[in-house]
């Protein structure tokens, strides 16, 4: 029996009260905090105060922890809007902000779906925004942006790794390569990218993911106006 569906163990008189909320809430901070390596039934155990093996009459492995920590968080992903280009907007803009709030889940996205209840609440009310389209399109509609959004998230997620890791900012990384990159634009080689990097106007994430996003929902609704 799947983790969603299977009833927790009988309450009884301990010492530290338990059930799998508080587990997955006791999971989701540590994971905050220190990313996905803070996060084993051993590690989250000892945060709550209790013995490894009470956490197994709740959850069978680090893998439904995970399963149920996607979960948990897909509540408050809840997309909203009048019509199916709102509604998929307003889908990838929670979900990138999820992202951001917990930056560990950029590694879990992705994959097969996500079945939990949180999960089916969100994927149930962008496929009935979807409602005129054709039936045997939704579901690559609903790739497609997630796929957009997956992608994004996880390069905006890699850079903020990636400042962590070195000290320098973007602007700051830029300009260590800026010597480099003139001598090798003065070559001649790459006329078309020695363009852009000069004379593009230079876009913060938010309004690159925000362009991106338009040139996909252009796309999809082209596509399905047909």
Not at 108 to 116: A, H, S, V
Request: proline content about 6%; some cysteine.
């Amino acid at each position: 029996m799947l983790v969603w569906e299977r009833p927790e163990p009988p309450n009884r008189p301990v010492p530290a009260p338990l059930d799998r909320e508080r587990i997955v809430r006791a999971a989701i901070e540590s994971a905050d905090a220190e990313g996905l390596e803070a996060v084993s039934l051993r590690k989250v155990a000892g945060v709550l105060g209790v013995g490894p093996m009470r956490l197994y009459g709740y959850i069978a492995s680090k893998e439904e922890l995970l399963d149920l920590m996607v979960d948990a968080v897909h509540a408050e992903i809840r997309p909203v809007g009048d019509d199916w280009r709102d509604v998929l907007r307003s889908l990838a803009e929670a979900t990138r902000q999820a992202a951001h709030e917990h930056e560990w889940l950029a590694d879990l996205l992705g994959g097969r779906p996500q079945l939990g209840p949180h999960a089916l609440a969100t994927g149930e009310t962008v496929v009935a925004a979807l409602g005129d389209v054709d039936l045997d399109a939704v579901m690559p509609v609903v790739a497609s942006v997630n796929a957009y959004v997956i992608g994004a998230v996880r390069r905006e997620i890699a850079e903020r790794r990636a400042e962590r890791a070195t000290g320098l900012d973007e602007k700051r990384w830029q300009a260590s390569l800026g010597p480099y990159l003139e001598r090798t634009f003065a070559t001649g080689r790459f006329p078309a990218l020695a363009a852009v990097v000069r004379d593009a106007a230079h876009l913060d994430a938010d309004d690159t993911f925000r362009i991106g996003l338009d040139c996909l929902l252009d796309g999809i609704e082209a596509r399905i106006s047909r």
